[in-house]
């Protein structure tokens, strides 16, 4: 359970109202994630922020949403692995390359496939990308700039998985059928 309230538009803090009016108004609603982290304007507007930039890239929506959905599981944050889940499937992203990402693997989309790869070595590698992976991504039809757009997903993305870690906003109801678990880790 949370110690951290879910705020809306009337309850946040002055300096995240905008934020949270710029979510209602692009989703219908205001994210658990974006409700819990109201708490701090410095956070939520430096989220919005680099959100913005990341989706005006030359990334289409499908592959952000690959990205993100990879980088939630990559680091094991259950709320955006369902939200990001819900949303590569309304962009078009295969059901099986959804599965494929939740569980881990690779989608068989072979440019979904280059993304979901370097995203996920960004992350367990700590940004340090040999030249083979460089050399794979670019080979799946990718630009040098696309490598540095990957990296602000992954950055953009590294602040709502971590805030789903530490706030552990509950899941909204429409999400519910694309829940996820973490596993467990190995003792």
């Given at each position: 359970m949370s110690s951290y309230p879910l705020h809306t538009i009337e309850s946040a803090p002055e300096g995240s109202k905008p934020v949270l009016r710029q979510l209602?108004?692009?989703f219908g609603l205001i994210p658990n994630i974006a409700a819990t982290m109201a708490v701090s304007p410095a956070l939520i507007?430096?989220?919005?922020g680099?959100?913005?930039?990341?989706?005006a890239s030359s990334l289409t929506e499908a592959q952000i949403q690959t990205l993100l959905l990879t980088n939630a599981v990559t680091n094991a944050s259950?709320?955006?692995v369902a939200f990001h889940t819900a949303l590569a499937l309304k962009e078009?992203?295969?059901?099986?390359?959804?599965?494929?990402?939740?569980?881990?693997a690779l989608p068989d989309d072979p440019a979904l496939?280059?993304?979901?790869?370097?995203?996920?070595?960004?992350?367990?590698?700590?940004?340090?990308?040999?030249?083979?992976?460089?050399?794979?991504?670019?080979?799946?039809?990718?630009?040098?700039?696309?490598?540095?757009?990957v990296i602000a997903v992954v950055a953009a993305s590294t602040i709502t998985n971590y805030a789903s870690s530490v706030t552990h906003p509950p899941l909204e109801a429409q999400f519910e059928d694309v829940a996820w678990r973490a596993p467990v880790p190995a003792a």
């Open positions: 209602q108004q692009a507007n430096g989220f919005i680099l959100f913005e930039r990341v989706h259950e709320w955006p078009g992203v295969r059901p099986a390359d959804v599965d494929a990402i939740r569980h881990g496939a280059a993304l979901s790869a370097l995203a996920r070595t960004l992350i367990e590698k700590r940004g340090r990308v040999a030249e083979g992976d460089r050399k794979r991504f670019l080979e799946a039809g990718f630009s040098l700039e696309q490598i540095l757009e």
